[in-house]
């Protein structure tokens, strides 16, 4: 069980003296919770979102009692990539909840590997319904049905673990291999030798007449 504790928060207070005391405010809501602002453990919250990610369920442990909730979105800095707030989802007990899953492409695709195939993700998560505590971390998506340039994985294809159920639309394509592009080899234009011969005596006549003229400006005047 993933686990966070959390503190109410003065919403008072400036967000950047709360993180400069080692904490990254929050806030929690849901169908049946107010929103709440929170402050919870910079280090602790960092531990807990790379495991957890957006699809986990994660236990808040507030001074209003147990909430269990999902992370619903952090709010990055844009320069340092740390995390500046966290929004946390507290879902009905006893009730399902619908979540984006994250996809993981697994297995080898003879398509790709004999074929040489290009392998294109068309999504990369799966909307599904599901208990909380059903709820995996990832759903893997086996590529190795993917034989020719033809195939396709569609949604209604992978299969789910138990306890959750599709809520993408059945024929959305997941995944699907797309045939190799042939580049094409540029044409030379041949080479006019004879346009080359032209030329070339083209400019060694000039050369003559321009050292003719040199040598008519050298010559001495007659006495």
Known sequence: MLTLKAETRDIHTKPEIVRKGGKIPAVFYGKKEASTPISIGKVEFLKVWREAGESSVVTLETPEGVKESLIQDVDLDPITGNPRHADFYVFEKGHKVEVELPLEFIGVSPAVKDLGGILVKVIHELEVIA???DLPH???VDIGSLSNFED???AKD???PQGVELKE???EVVALVSAPREEKEEEVAPVDLSQIEVEKKGKEEE???T???EDDKKEPPHS
């Open 131 to 133: 208990m909380p505590k």
């Open 138 to 140: 990832n759903i893997e």
């Open 152 to 154: 396709q994985i569609l």
């Open 158 to 160: 992978i299969v789910l």
């Open 169 to 171: 639309n059945p024929e």
């Open 207 to 209: 050369t003559e007449t």
């Open 211 to 213: 050292e003719t003229n």
